[in-house]
């Protein structure tokens, strides 16, 4: 290999590692963050995934979106992940920001309780959410992220907003109340 040859996407070299991690590093943990509301729990599955991505990265870059494939493993682990608590258990690690200048208090009010209702989905119908809402994704595209059928994605999907719904009468909150 000369040194004036190019560097590619396919050659999977440690470089184009840490390239990819310092170019796309910060956007895969606010993604994990997004999908688990927990900061020390999004850097443990980007750390995770990528120690996993990095022994075989010549096979990463030779698909065709690296970054979607990390993204994928990222939903997966955050899914099966097993030294969470609970499902239902929320801690908050920091208190909810306070409303700036620019930003009304009932603003940083309907993102803490949307926050609080993401925490009480179990993990799949959760996913689903942040990758249709939050990532902009079809139904297609969600069920091949996570292997699934698309009917399950809609029924995941469904049933989240059905749960959140009744969480929101349940605390009194939307509807006639």
């Not at 010549?58 to 990222?74: C, F, G, L, Q, W």
């Not at 930003?103 to 993102?111: G, I, N, S, T, W």
Request: with cysteine.
């Amino acid at each position: 290999m000369t040194t004036n040859e190019p560097t590619t996407a396919v050659t999977g070299r440690a470089e184009d590692f840490d390239d990819f991690v310092h170019g796309r590093g910060r956007a895969l943990l606010r993604f994990a963050y997004v999908l688990s509301g927990d900061a020390h729990l999004a850097e443990d599955l980007v750390q995770e995934v990528l120690a996993r991505m990095h022994r075989r990265w010549h096979k990463v870059t030779a698909m065709d979106s690296p970054e979607a494939y990390v993204r994928t493993s990222i939903v997966r682990q955050f899914i099966s992940w097993r030294r969470r608590r609970s499902s239902r258990e929320a801690v908050l690690a920091e208190l909810p920001e306070p409303a700036g200048p620019d930003e009304p208090q009932q603003r940083v009010l309907a993102r803490d309780q949307m926050w609080s209702l993401l925490a009480g989905l179990p993990r799949a119908q959760r996913a689903v959410l942040v990758l249709r809402f939050y990532c902009d994704l079809p139904d297609d595209e969600i069920a091949a992220l996570l292997g699934c059928a698309q009917s399950t994605v809609r029924s995941h999907a469904a049933r989240a907003l059905a749960r959140m719904r009744t969480m929101l009468t349940e605390k009194g909150v939307g509807g006639d109340g």
